[in-house]
């Protein structure tokens, strides 16, 4: 089973400033199964990025995805309000989806 | 727009089975992709549970296969969980899903399903 490993474990940012949250795994990812999503208090996960770095339908391009191999970045240019919330990723290999814990990206 | 809803008992009891269901809505199950179900212990992080294919092939997460089963009602668009033996580790926010084999498009709000005597 393939563990994935998000950090920092909470992020605090102001407005306007550079997100950048990492997911690295205990081995090697096809870049096309590495996905990200948002999570906000009481509501669903949403699709960010698939594919490493395909943002999803309706995504802002202030996000934006990269990595591969083992190590894996998240990048928000440019915080908005409504982007403070949970993110994790999630990779498929071996007949099997793993999540990372999360990063809790807070208002500063 | 699909829309998943998941419902069932928000309280079982140890050694019983938990029982959720996923009613889908804008898309027709029989229509293609994956529907699946993932959990979310108390302080810990996403763990997937199983999935079934449209076709009605189920693949489970080998920790919890032995005391899984997920089936699909296509009359009624919907498809369900049933995990047995069920401990107070089993004690989670369970999300219904629809994906494909690689990632996962839309989600249900999720429903928390405590196991407690």
């Known amino acids: 089973e393939i563990v994935l490993t998000q950090s920092p474990g909470t992020l605090s940012l102001s407005p306007g400033e550079r997100a950048t949250l990492s997911c690295r795994a205990s081995q090697s990812v096809s870049s096309s199964y590495l996905a990200w999503y948002q999570q906000k208090p009481g509501q669903a996960p949403r699709l960010l990025i698939y594919d490493a770095s395909s943002r999803a339908t309706g995504i802002p391009d202030r996000f934006s995805g990269s990595g591969s191999g083992t190590d894996f970045t998240l990048t928000i240019s440019r915080l908005e309000p409504e982007d403070f919330a949970v993110y994790f990723c999630q990779q498929y290999g071996d007949s099997m989806y793993t999540f990372g814990q999360g990063t809790n990206l807070e208002i500063k | 727009q699909v829309q998943l809803q998941e419902s069932g008992p928000g309280l079982v009891k140890p050694s019983e089975t938990l029982s959720l269901t996923c009613a889908v809505s804008g898309y027709s199950i029989s229509s293609g992709y994956y529907w699946g179900w993932i959990r979310r212990p108390p302080g810990k992080g996403l763990e997937w549970i199983g999935s079934?294919?449209?076709?009605?092939?189920?693949f489970y997460n080998p920790s919890l296969k032995s005391r899984v089963t997920i089936s699909v009602d296509t009359p009624k668009n919907q498809f369900s969980l049933k995990l047995s033996s069920v401990t107070a580790a089993d004690t989670a926010v369970y999300y219904c899903?629809?994906?494909?084999?690689?990632?996962?498009?839309?989600w249900g709000q999720g429903t928390l399903v405590t196991v407690s005597s």
């Open positions: 079934i294919h449209h076709s009605g092939n189920t």
């Open positions: 899903a629809r994906h494909s084999q690689t990632y996962y498009y839309t």
